[in-house]
């Protein structure tokens, strides 16, 4: 995750994005390293949410085209695990995807969203807002300490 740091805001948007997609990465580390170095807050908190929300973007399209593919050959989730956590996000609507910034379950969500055809802008919004909501109470503490 250092080698991030190394770029900059640049690199923050990519550890951010990155770290929105199924990959197993972290842009928390990135963050505090660029606001510790004296990086103006506003432009990593901007690079970081804006990275992130485009990633999970991403998710939300593979959700949206090939859904089915992806959980079934790639991901070799059977029905039987799929179906639970759709009716899941069924059941509390879209507006758990203010919670997408949450690891593990962050993903899921995304995806699931463009499995049942949300309307995308309103993924956006409530996207936007839990992952700025993240991204500011992460670089109070940061700044804070």
């Known amino acids: ?10 690199g923050m948007f990519a550890s951010a994005f990155l770290a ?13 390293v660029l606001l510790a ?3 103006d807050p506003l ?4 690079a970081a949410t804006l990275g992130n929300v ?3 973007a991403v998710n939300y399209g593979l959700g ?23 009716d899941r996000f069924k059941k509390y609507g879209a507006a758990c995807l203010i919670f997408s910034w949450v690891p593990f379950i962050g993903d899921p969500l995304t995806f699931a969203a463009g499995m049942l055809k949300i309307r995308f802008r309103l993924f956006l919004v409530l996207v936007f807002l839990g992952k700025l909501g993240r991204y500011l109470v992460l670089s109070w503490a940061v700044l804070s300490f």
């Open 43 to 46: 432009g990593v908190i901007g």
């Open 20 to 32: 929105a997609t199924v990959l197993p990465l972290s842009s928390e580390v990135v963050l505090g």
């Open 54 to 56: 485009l990633g999970a």
């Open 64 to 86: 949206l085209a090939g859904s089915s593919f992806l959980l079934k050959k790639i991901f070799r989730l059977s029905p039987k695990e799929i179906d639970p956590a759709l």
């Open 37 to 39: 170095h004296g990086l």
């Open 1 to 10: 995750m250092e080698i991030f740091s190394h770029y900059g805001l640049g």
